[in-house]
């Protein structure tokens, strides 16, 4: 019986903490074409919609770290699509409540992309959450079973932030001003030195 009770002591303290970690109660999906977030629940299980999301978007291994590490080295290359943003809400160990963001990019191709920032707070971790760019094959079908459209919505100009209309006005009324300042300059009468 000793023996037991010492296996399962060694093996308790052989799991990570990432192991141990509680994940989120609830998340929403919010972005373009969609008229109000998509909303996940259940636990982390796979086969409830939130356990789902948690293992498609790759949550546990940007929050916490995994091995074998299955993060990206960097951000995949060319144009990723419009940008989503799921909003995880984590209960913590003492009644506190973390809110963890993740962009996510369902349209990229081959596959969807997410991404985590790092440094979020969660359980009050000084390093908070690891962080980093996670490909996921399933998440796309998954999220258009949820409610995301088919296809891209197109992009408006007003939520791509800073855009090339804006741009080209703001040089636009800059070259117009610069021109009747020159012309105001230009016209007016020289006095002669006497």
């Known amino acids: 019986m000793k023996r037991i ?3 399962l002591a060694v093996a308790a303290l052989a799991f990570p903490a990432t192991a ?3 994940g989120p109660s609830e998340a929403s999906l919010k972005g373009p074409g ?3 977030a998509i909303a996940f629940a259940g636990t982390e299980e796979p086969g409830t919609p939130l356990g789902d999301l948690t293992q498609f978007a790759g949550f546990f291994p940007a929050a916490f770290g995994q091995e074998p590490n299955p993060m990206l080295p960097s951000r995949p290359k060319g144009d ?3 940008k989503y943003e799921i909003d995880y809400t984590v209960p913590g160990p003492e009644g506190e409540v973390f809110q963890i963001s993740q ?3 369902p349209y990229a191709e081959p596959d969807a992309v997410t991404y985590m920032a790092p440094r979020q ?3 009050h971790n000084p390093d908070g959450t690891l962080g980093g760019w996670y490909q996921s094959p399933e998440l796309r079908a998954f999220l258009v079973k949820s409610g995301l459209p088919k296809a891209a919505p197109p992009v408006e100009p007003s939520s791509a932030g800073f855009s090339s209309g804006r741009l080209g006005a703001g040089i636009g009324g800059a070259l117009l001003l610069a021109t009747s300042i020159w012309l105001v300059v230009r016209r007016r009468p020289r006095q002669s030195a006497a």
């Open 5 to 7: 009770l010492l296996v």
């Open 20 to 22: 141990l970690a509680k």
């Open 34 to 36: 969609l008229d109000k």
């Open 80 to 82: 990723l699509g419009p």
């Open 103 to 105: 962009d996510v990019y």
């Open 121 to 123: 707070d969660i359980f």
